[in-house]
T-cell receptor, first 112, second 111 residues
């Protein structure tokens, strides 16, 4: 158990619809990351939070993507007007002990 | 930009064999390096973390080494088992914020 829960685990949506993923880490994990992974590739960094502050965003995070972490606890990643190219696994991760990064089980998105 | 390469992309070995997975990175100014295991359709499980000042870390049948100056790391798996079959990813952390991942080595251990 990595202490990072993600929901939903799988989401199938029609192109143009909005989707939201949620990440629930153990409360003492101050730093939270979002990554995207496509088949056969390693995860790619999207954004990260230190408590409730979003401190860095990748250029992969287009204006259709928005992430929040109200109160520095759970986080949400919303994708608006989904496109087929958004199909991927979205991974949430947290930093523990200042060094090791732990990932959740991921949320699979399929855009049809 | 940091680039991470893993060789081979896929590896198939008979059960009981020892094996080595390779990871190389282009920028030696790293904070640490982490090896992960990923089962199909699942998230990443952390295996070992090596700080930039360390040379190796061991956990059970796994041993990871780091040569920062040459930009290389290896993951050694002793006495492989079918349950070791998975994709192994290495990732380098370049500062406070980001992990750069390789594309992984897909390992199959044949019973």
């Amino acid at each position: 158990d990595t202490g990072v829960s993600q929901n939903p685990r799988h989401k199938i949506t029609k192109r143009g619809q909005n989707v939201t993923f949620r990440c629930d880490p153990i409360s003492e994990h101050n730093r939270l990351y979002w990554y995207r992974q496509t088949l056969g590739q390693g995860p790619e960094f999207l954004t990260y939070f230190q408590n409730e502050a979003q401190l860095e965003k990748s250029r992969l995070l287009s204006d259709r993507f928005s992430a929040e972490r109200p109160k520095g606890s759970f986080s949400t990643l919303e994708i608006q007007r989904t496109e087929q190219g958004d199909s991927a696994m979205y991974l949430c991760a947290t930093l523990r002990d200042g060094n090791t990064i732990y990932f959740g089980e991921g949320s699979w998105l399929t855009v049809v | 930009k940091q680039e991470v390469t893993q060789i081979p992309a896929a590896l198939s070995v008979p059960e009981g064999e020892n094996l080595v997975l390779n990871c190389s990175f282009t920028d030696s100014a790293i904070y640490n390096l982490q090896w992960f295991r990923q089962d199909p359709g699942k998230g990443l499980t952390s295996l070992l973390l090596i700080q930039s000042s360390q040379r190796e870390q061991t956990s059970g049948r796994l041993n990871a080494s780091l040569d920062k100056s040459s930009g290389r790391s290896t993951l050694y798996i002793a006495a492989s088992q079918p349950g070791d079959s998975a994709t192994y990813l290495c990732a380098v952390r370049t500062g406070a914020n980001n992990l750069f991942f390789g594309t992984g080595t897909r390992l199959t251990v044949i019973p």
